[in-house]
């Protein structure tokens, strides 16, 4: 069956760890909205996030992404496959940086020692604060970072 879902479109067995524009969509026929797939794991190896991993990397990136881009995040979310997040900005930020911005978070996140260092993880702020992974989160974010220093390198 066909599906109007882009990321349906895309061929998963080939699909490679990476930084995607996705989709771009404009609103009012002005004001674009892009739409990333920022895969941490390539789907064929089946090396999923773990959902505590990805509940934690959620809370870094869309607390400090914000920070970043400010009020151009309008949404990270997970991806139900665990092998990565989709990130929608709007406006008309610069794919590199963007990229740039989800290098930084990486590279500034992926040594936490404990909960504590997990924006919103509380218990007022979260509905599940005792769902995180701090050794799996910074793995991830490191070697994401590191695919994308090469990506940016590249460019």
Not at 31 to 55: G, M, N, V
Not at 126 to 143: H, R
Not at 148 to 155: G, S, V, Y
Request: charged share 25%; proline share 5%.
């Amino acid at each position: 069956m066909k599906s109007k879902v882009a990321s349906f479109a895309v061929d998963h067995t080939t699909l490679d760890r990476g930084f995607y524009l996705r989709s771009l969509y404009t609103v009012a026929k002005v004001y674009p909205i892009k739409s990333y797939d920022l895969r941490f794991r390539a789907p064929r190896e089946k090396a999923y996030l773990s959902p505590e991993a990805i509940h934690t990397i959620e809370h870094l990136m869309a607390h400090y992404l914000r920070e970043r881009l400010g009020n151009k995040v309008v949404s990270f979310a997970p991806m139900g496959c665990k092998t990565g997040f989709y990130l929608v900005v709007k406006g008309c930020t610069p794919q590199r940086k963007v990229m740039e911005a989800v290098l930084a978070v990486c590279r500034e996140q992926s040594n936490l020692q404990s909960a504590a260092d997990v924006p919103g993880l509380t218990v007022v702020q979260c509905g599940n604060p005792e769902f995180y992974d701090i050794e799996g989160s910074n793995t991830a974010l490191a070697e994401y970072g590191d695919l994308l220093e090469k990506l940016l390198n590249n460019k």
